[in-house]
């Protein structure tokens, strides 16, 4: 539901006045249905956040929980566990658990439905079901956490480099270290990923920037001061 400001230019004092006298008189039903109006449908907001959107906003965030904690599981593993991705993905009713897609498909708008959305992708890209990871990961909104955004980039630059559509997945490696207000480390590895998938890829000029990049904004990264970037500029016939 979009908000609808109204913006009333103020006139001086006395104009005001004087351009009042008779208009009352004249509009004075329309302004009170009008008036009325705004007042139903303020009261309609407050009420839709109040009785719809809060309480489903509360209920999905009851919801995701168990798939949240299986799903973090999972990201903190070493291995993967197929069945656990799918119970994450479609829940269980046996051990309590509401799956992802339900969650997505049903409370789409709401915080929980958002980060449903990344997770999803996340668990289809275990899968190896990279169209459906991307379609998932790209609904995903970070709402200006730069950090995870960047990780939804990075995690759709695999998708797309598994699917071997290489030039997609490089812009995405790319725009996951340009995002502004990235962390150190966050932004490194990021431009650290591009750059070297761009030399895989064969694409020195591209490899090149990245490389100088990452070494003129963030000289401090361990990545830079160990020496490694200037091993690939060199290898990629760059001097010192």
């Known amino acids: 539901m979009a908000d609808k400001q109204v913006n009333v230019e103020q006139n001086d004092a006395a104009d005001v006045v004087a351009k009042a006298k008779g208009f009352w008189a004249a509009y004075s039903k329309k302004i009170i249905i009008a008036g009325s109006l705004v007042i139903v449908l303020l009261g309609g907001f407050i009420g839709y956040k109040k009785l719809i959107s809060e309480p489903k906003e509360r209920e999905a965030n009851d919801l995701i929980f168990s798939a949240e904690k299986l799903f973090g599981a999972i990201a903190g593993s070493s291995t ?22 339900k969650i997505a498909s049903s409370y789409g708008g709401t915080k929980s439905g958002n980060r449903a959305e990344y997770m999803i992708g996340a668990c289809y890209l275990q899968l190896k079901q990279f169209d459906k990871a991307i379609s998932h990961l790209k609904e995903f909104n970070a709402n200006g956490a730069s950090q995870i955004q960047s990780k939804a980039y990075i995690l759709i630059g695999h998708a797309y480099a598994e699917q071997k559509k290489t030039d997609d997945a490089l812009d995405y490696y790319k725009k996951a270290g340009s995002i502004s207000d990235l962390d150190e480390a966050m932004a490194t590895e990021a431009i650290y990923m591009a750059a070297r998938y761009a030399e895989a890829l064969g694409k020195s000029k591209e490899a090149i920037e990245l490389f100088q990049e990452l070494k003129d904004k963030y000289p401090a990264s361990q990545r830079v001061s160990s020496g490694e970037v200037d091993k690939y500029l060199a290898s990629l016939g760059v001097a010192k």
Do not use: I, P, R
């Not at 993967?80 to 897609?101: E, H, P, Q, R, S």
């Open 80 to 101: 993967y566990n197929k069945d656990t991705v799918n119970m994450v993905l479609n829940g269980d009713k046996a051990n309590g658990v509401t799956g992802l897609l």
